[in-house]
């Protein structure tokens, strides 16, 4: 099992940019994003392999950024942009099946305790 911790997140005004971080106990051949709202359906973000390859939910291309250190254990999501509906709770996900690297299995593997994003209008 791989134990996880995010951090970065936070109170931002709409239109601001937050950078989160996560930082893995080893490295995994596929990390990734998720966020869940209240109330709301888990949402895939975004995945990244041990390659640099990446996989954007189409909704999220643009705004958001996934990348990792060169040591595969630090993997960071940048948003800008930041709009209410961004408000959620993201988690980071690691040893996903390097074989099934995408947004959509973006919860497989395991999970931190997540970062709580507040975006105000």
């Known amino acids: 099992q791989v134990r996880l911790e995010e951090s970065g997140g936070g109170s931002v005004q709409s239109g601001g940019s937050l950078t989160l971080s996560c930082t893995a106990s080893?490295?995994?051949?596929?990390m990734a994003w998720f966020r869940q709202a209240p109330g709301k359906q888990r949402e895939g973000v975004a995945a990244?392999?041990?390659?640099?390859?990446?996989s954007y939910a189409p909704s999220f291309e643009g705004r958001f950024t996934i990348s990792q250190d060169n040591d595969k254990k630090t993997l960071y999501l940048q948003i800008n942009s930041l709009k209410p509906e961004d408000t959620a709770m993201y988690y980071c996900?690691?040893?996903?099946?390097?074989?099934?690297?995408?947004?959509?299995?973006?919860?497989?593997?395991?999970w931190g305790q997540g970062t709580q994003v507040t975006v105000s209008s």
């Open positions: 996900s690691a040893d996903l099946p390097p074989d099934a690297c995408y947004y959509y299995t973006a919860h497989f593997g395991d």
């Open positions: 080893r490295s995994t051949a596929c």
């Open positions: 990244i392999d041990s390659e640099g390859r990446t």
